[in-house]
């Protein structure tokens, strides 16, 4: 079985412009700078089968390269705060690009979830962290801005649990076009 993601690798430039950003909350856990991404859909847990319908389904999306930027960092979780982001600006390219991403994962049969899309890259996942301290750190670090950067291809990442973090690899990657 394999644990799925579709999404956007960063920059190095812009994985440490992040990093600048993991400190100051206890009871944060930072995620290292190699597993920095913004998701553009969670398949879950896939069978062969399954990983070679995802690798299928993504290989015949068509979409323009774009650029990105992030701004903003926020809290999720209200009453009990479970993760810090940095957020992206919006983009329509960005919107296309994950749209196109769910309606082929769909087609393929993959039963995704339906959560509204919400582009951003995960700093750190809470455990104990009350309300204002989440808050605060977001209210410190609300003008963060990194990019644009070049976004020209994305990738199927494959997601092993480990102790520390998770150990994400990218299975495929899928360039995008470079008309605009």
Request: hydrophobic content about 40%; overall charge neutral.
């Amino acid at each position: 079985m394999h644990r799925l993601f579709v999404a956007l690798s960063l920059p190095e430039i812009v994985a440490d412009a992040l990093s600048t950003l993991q400190y100051g909350v206890d009871g944060a856990r930072w995620r290292p700078e190699e597993n920095f991404h913004l998701t553009l859909a969670f398949i879950g847990e896939a069978d062969r089968h399954g990983f070679n319908a995802a690798v299928d389904a993504l290989s015949a999306i068509d979409a323009p390269a774009f650029e990105l930027r992030l701004s903003g960092v926020g809290v999720f979780g209200d009453k009990k705060p479970h993760a810090l982001w940095a957020g992206a600006e919006p983009s329509p390219e960005l919107l296309h690009l994950q749209v196109k991403v769910e309606t082929a994962l769909r087609r393929a049969g993959f039963n995704l979830e339906k959560r509204k899309f919400k582009p951003h890259v995960t700093l750190a996942y809470l455990k104990g962290v009350t309300q204002d301290s989440a808050e605060r750190y977001a209210a410190q670090h609300g003008l963060f801005s990194c990019g644009p950067f070049p976004v020209e291809d994305f990738h199927l990442y494959s997601s092993q649990l480990g102790n520390k973090s998770s150990v994400y690899r990218i299975e495929a990657s899928y360039a995008l076009s470079s008309s605009r």
